[in-house]
């Protein structure tokens, strides 16, 4: 998780293979993101998406955009990477 002031370069950068730890995983697509109007509203956000229930949040919001990349078969469990940037949150799927 990290701070960016561009989310189109921080996102190039994953998809570059620029960021050793996500590496492995590529390619990224971003799926969804929320902004916010300063640092500590960013940071409450991302942690309640840490709990369980932000991740059921977070399953059921983009419940048909993880459908639609599965083909309409109902989607299998998701790994979803979410990252903090400058003034909000930015949420990753990534293939299995």
């Not at 929320?34 to 229930?53: H, L, P, Q, V």
């Not at 919001?61 to 998701?78: I, M, P, T, V």
Request: charged share 40%.
């Amino acid at each position: 998780m990290g701070y960016a002031t561009d989310l189109k370069k921080r996102e190039s950068e994953y998809n570059d293979g620029k960021v050793i730890s996500t590496r492995n995983r590529r390619p990224f697509k971003l799926i969804y993101y929320e902004a916010c109007e300063n640092k500590m509203d960013a940071i409450m956000r991302e942690k309640y998406f840490k709990t369980g229930f932000g991740r059921r949040f977070l399953e059921n919001r983009l419940e048909n955009a993880l459908q639609a990349r599965d083909g309409g078969r109902g989607h299998e469990k998701q790994k979803v990477v979410i990252k903090k940037i400058r003034g909000g949150l930015q949420i990753k799927d990534w293939k299995k």
